[in-house]
């Protein structure tokens, strides 16, 4: 199994930056790719950026492009996922889930539990 758990939300105004980390353990080898997605009150979740761990190819939502950014970092045998949010919006605010998948599945396998990142006006 694999174990991820989100920080780094919290409260900004409109214009500002916040960095989010995701935190794995567990059988992290097979993770192919790391994703974040979100999820606003009434609304579905939807894909925010993944990276793929091998080849550090990255996808992003159009809503998103230029202003966030997905990365990963390895050390001590440990890798945390980021997400760089910069010039956030009030449309950003939302419950932001990271999320893992092998290279096998279609689907995201692994979650965390989520981090609040609200973006007043």
């Known amino acids: 199994q694999v174990q991820l758990v989100e920080s780094g939300g919290g409260l900004v105004q409109a214009g500002g930056s916040l960095r989010l980390s995701c935190a794995t353990s567990g059988r992290t080898l097979i993770i192919y790719r790391m994703g974040w997605f979100r999820q606003a009150p009434g609304k579905e979740r939807q894909f925010v950026a993944a990276?793929?761990?091998?080849?550090?190819?990255?996808?992003?939502a159009d809503s998103v492009k230029g202003r966030f950014t997905i990365s990963t970092d390895n050390a001590n045998n440990k890798t945390t996922g980021y997400l760089q949010m910069n010039s956030l919006k009030p449309e950003d605010t939302a419950n932001y889930y990271c999320?893992?998948?092998?290279?096998?599945?279609?689907?995201?396998?692994?979650w965390g539990q989520g981090t609040q990142v609200t973006v007043s006006s």
């Open positions: 990276i793929n761990w091998k080849d550090a190819n990255t996808y992003y």
């Open positions: 999320a893992a998948k092998t290279e096998y599945t279609r689907n995201y396998r692994y």
